[in-house]
């Protein structure tokens, strides 16, 4: 049985995968930086969980959360479900169950919080065996069941512990292999004699249990013996360091180790899959190992998280390293792999494909450097169109066929090959065994890179950034028609050139079109054709180009991909589940997490709704709010947004479609929103109420204003009678005022007139008085002497004509006292003024009319309103201003 597990390690080679499978990588910046991932562990739905450094992490494809829950380190986890996970960690262990809003809570069940300072237990693994959860740390295994735990000393201290087949086994450090029967532990072997033995795995073989050691290879244990197995990967394990371990299906197996990455083996020991840094990996560190149901092998290292995607068709070469560039081109011929890029065509043994070794090796063929742009097969040869021209492939490296350099594709046609060129089409024939460069072909100019043949006699030319022309040839390769469909007139990018059974067809990155040889033109048709989803493919890229039975070539940007054509995956949709994330009820002032059923807040009336298909790629989502909503379009978004429901029950309906199948079943959601508080039954209680107190509020409003209208009226009509009777006072005031101003005029009118009267007559009445007083003096005189009275009489007849001829001014005088105010104001403002001025505006504020003035100032008439004139010139007043006005206002 040896020699056969041995012999049957010896052809491995044969077997092994080509290319790496595709890897996703998490930095720990992407997974909150929770430290090292210490185990991991899906759940049924896809929902991938870590123990980590700092607690528990999960990711579900999309979105990574972190849960604290224990203070030490958490070293190990087993998943029942999405809502039950049970965590082991240093100095604690216990259970994670998801409350109604999606988050975990933490509950320990480790029975010596109190008395931690006498214990050091750090539990690194947890089994679930015969429905009883089972924690182990190197001192104990704790055994759950029942709600109650059982403790079971380890005979020195366990170094590590398995579950292989429903069985439970448990390596101690120094005492041998022992299996546990849910009681008790039994031996299974002690440990071979001066070797160091430290299990890292175990798994069922054919042969026995095959024991994978770290640092000691490989062991075969099979009836009662323990024998080391010879092969190359034992060989390889023993300088690796075997540190994790993990079952891949019924048919593989995954080893981590610490110096050399990730081997995937199968039960008999054949290499599969050797993954390290040089092809892609992060780290060659593994600290942690699952398979998921999905088809991927997670892996926590050192340094960050990948995935690795078994069940893809795809598989990888990329160049790390910059040993070869990104491919363009590949043909398999006679065992050997040629690869064209950008650097050059390289080649290998197709064998060396094989991804059982630590890297891919290229070799580049002499005087091919720079851009090869295309391979192809024709006559058992192998032509290169290469940026510097056509070459063809010979035994120690390549011929130059003569020709304009810059070839992009070549094709047989009838006898001749037929070149894209940089700038057209170019033509070659044989003779003699040898093939020569004939002419450029006429009509045709630009990049082609593609042609075509449709028939005989018509070429399809495929002109970047021109279009596409159909060609007519005749027997001399010479275009007779020519159709020129510009690139404008089709919707996308990256045009290319595809011929099948039902024609041509002309493939963009949004549309396909088929050829209509009737209408002579493109017809977009409903199919499309999606590229390859793979990272870094090349533009225009819409098939791979078949090399092998088992495998096509994809070009890429940092090296080429393999698509196995022959695949036994099952790509059925039974594995997957659409799964709810969180439900969040928002406005634009604040936001809370509620869960499926929950009442939210009316104002909270706009909801995002998470799901998702955990850790699956190409799925597409669709929703339907209520049974009478529309389904939306196909999205890869998985967040629905639903703004301003209403009030009441509403149900979300989501579905999701993976790789083009629809899954089984429609995900249901109860959306609630409250009934907002003014239309709640209290609400509606306190309208009734206020109902009736606002009618008897507004009764006794009404009898009020009632009332407040008669006392308005009643006011009014008191005021309108007092505003009258005002009015009437006021015109009997107006008119009393009106009588005692025509009274003071009338007054003061009559003053005047008597003023001048008795002004006159008292200067008459002087003047008399003094005549008489002399003439009584001189009569007297005369009389008393008769001798002198001749001429006494004399005298006094000169004093009666005198008193006739002379001027008396004490008329002047008293008017001069009587205004001596008016002249002190006057000559204040007008310093101008003469006597005479003066004397006139006294005369002229009594009101004495022009005539009398005259005779009183002994001139004429003209010559008065010639000195009123130049009086109001010297008082500076304005011809509409009244002088008799301004004399009585000063």
């Keep these: 049985m040896l020699f056969l597990f041995g012999a049957l390690a010896a052809y491995a080679q044969a077997l092994a995968e080509k290319g790496v499978p595709l890897i996703q990588s998490y930095t720990p910046v992407d997974y909150h930086n929770k430290g090292k991932v210490w185990d991991i562990c899906s759940a049924p739905n896809g929902i991938v969980y870590m123990a980590a450094d700092q607690g528990l992490l999960e990711y579900d494809g999309k979105t990574w959360n972190a849960f604290k829950g224990s203070k030490g380190f958490t070293r190990s986890l087993w998943v029942a479900n999405d809502s039950l996970i049970y965590t082991g960690s240093d100095l604690d262990f216990g259970v994670w169950k998801k409350n109604k809003y999606q988050q975990f809570d933490y509950t320990s069940l480790y029975p010596f919080q109190e008395v931690v300072q006498d214990i050091n237990e750090e539990f690194w693994q947890i089994h679930h065996l015969n429905n009883d959860i089972i924690f182990v740390s190197s001192q104990n295994l704790y055994v759950h069941k029942n709600r109650q735990l059982v403790r079971i000393a380890a005979p020195y201290k366990f170094s590590n512990s398995f579950l292989v087949n429903g069985t439970l086994y448990f390596a101690d450090e120094k005492n041998g292999l022992y299996v546990f029967d849910g009681f008790s532990l039994k031996k299974i072997f002690d440990y071979p004699n001066k070797v160091i033995f430290h299990i890292s795995g175990i798994y069922q073989h054919a042969g026995g249990l095959v024991i994978v050691t770290r640092d000691s290879g490989l062991y075969r244990y099979a009836n009662g013996n323990l024998i080391q197995v010879q092969n190359t990967l034992s060989e390889n ?124 090796s290229f070799q580049l063929i002499p005087e091919t450097e720079g851009q090869v742009w295309t391979l192809e097969q024709i006559d058992n ?161 819409y098939q791979p180009r078949v090399l092998h039975p088992d495998y096509a070539f ?49 104002r909270l009336n706009n909801f995002k709704i998470a799901y998702i298909v955990p850790n699956c790629e190409e799925v597409l989502y669709q929703y339907q709010l209520n049974e009478t909503g529309k389904w939306s379009e196909w999205a890869s978004d998985n967040t629905t947004t639903l703004i301003g429901l209403d009030a009441g029950n509403n149900t ?32 509606w209680a306190g309208y009734f109420v206020l109902a009736i107190l606002a009618g008897y ?102 004093m009666l004509d005198s008193y006739l001829l002379v001027e008396d001014n004490t008329f002047e005088i008293q008017m001069d006292e009587l205004h ?32 009398k003035i005259a005779e009183i100032l002994n001139i004429q008439p003209s010559s008065f309103y010639i000195s009123r004139s130049r009086l109001r010139k010297k008082l500076e007043l304005n011809a509409d201003e009244n002088l008799y006005d301004f004399l009585n206002a000063v």
Excluded at 330 to 345: H, I, M, P
Excluded at 737 to 766: F, G, P, S
Excluded at 767 to 790: D, M, V
Excluded at 821 to 831: G, H, S
């Design 237 to 360: 394990l023993k300088t690796a360091k075997v540190f994790s371990f993990e079952p891949v299906g019924h048919t593989q197996i995954a080893i981590g180790t610490v110096l050399k990455g990730l081997y995937i083996i199968d039960l008999d020991g054949r290499i599969i899959h050797l993954i390290n840094r040089n092809k892609g990996l992060p780290s060659n560190t593994m600290l942690a190992l699952h398979f998921s149901p999905a088809g991927k092998l997670w892996m926590g290292m050192d340094y960050g998280v990948s995935a690795l995607n078994l069940k893809n068709d795809f598989t990888t070469f990329n160049d790390y390293k910059g040993e070869y560039g990104a491919g363009y081109a590949a043909s398999l011929k006679d065992g050997v792999f040629y690869l064209g890029t950008n650097q050059g065509l390289y080649r290998a043994k197709w064998e060396e494909l094989n991804n059982d070794r630590a890297h891919f």
């Design 697 to 798: 509020a507004i009764l006794h409003w009404k009898e009020r204003s009632l009332k407040k209208q008669k006392e308005k009226l009643s006011l009014e009509e008191q005021n309108a009678l007092q505003a009258q009777a005002e009015k009437h006072q006021q015109a009997l005031s107006h008119i009393e005022q009106e009588r005692l101003q025509a009274e003071y005029d009338q007054l003061k009118q009559q003053l005047r007139n008597k003023t001048i009267e008795l002004a006159t007559k008292a200067k008459e009445n002087e003047a008399r008085n003094r005549l008489l007083l002399a003439l009584k003096e001189k009569y007297e005189i005369a009389q008393g002497n008769p001798a002198i009275a001749k001429m006494k009489w004399e005298e006094m007849e000169r």
């Design 554 to 602: 994809l070009p890429t940007h940092n090296g080429f991909v393999l698509k196995r054509l022959k695949s036994d995956n099952d790509t059925t949709t039974s594995n997957y589940t659409l799964v709810l994330r969180d439900i969040e009820a928002f406005n634009n002032d604040e936001n809370i997490a509620v869960y499926p059923g929950m009442k939210a807040p009316y």
């Design 381 to 541: 040869s192998l032509w290169m169109g290469h940026d510097k021209g056509l070459f063809t492939l010979r035994e120690n490296g390549v011929e130059k066929v003569g020709g304009p350099a810059g070839v992009w594709t070549v094709l047989p046609y009838k006898n001749y090959l037929l070149t894209g060129n940089y700038n057209g089409i170019c033509i070659y024939s044989k003779s003699d065994g040898k093939w020569t460069f004939i002419k450029k072909m006429n009509l045709i100019s630009g990049s082609c890179n593609q042609v075509i043949a449709e028939k005989d006699n018509i070429l399809w030319v495929n002109i970047p950034n021109f279009g596409i022309i159909r060609v007519e040839l005749d027997a001399e390769l010479n275009p007779t028609d020519r159709l020129i469909f510009r690139e404008d007139i089709f919707k996308g990018d990256d045009l290319y050139l595809l011929k099948n059974e039902q024609g041509i067809h002309l493939v963009t990155d949004q549309f396909q079109y088929r050829y209509n040889a009737a209408k002579k033109e493109f017809v977009k048709i409903p199919q499309t054709i999606t590229p390859p989803a793979v990272e870094g493919l090349l533009p225009g890229i």
């Design 652 to 683: 979300l309906s989501v579905r999701a479609k993976v790789n083009g199948k629809i899954l089984a079943g429609v995900y249901s959601v109860s959306l609630r929103v409250a009934v907002p508080w003014h239309r709640s039954w209290p609400a």
């Design 820 to 851: 001596q105010e008016l002249f002190k104001k006057l000559k204040a403002q007008f310093p101008s003024l003469s006597n005479h001025d003066l004397r006139l505006c006294a005369y002229l504020k009594t009101g004495m009319d022009s005539k």
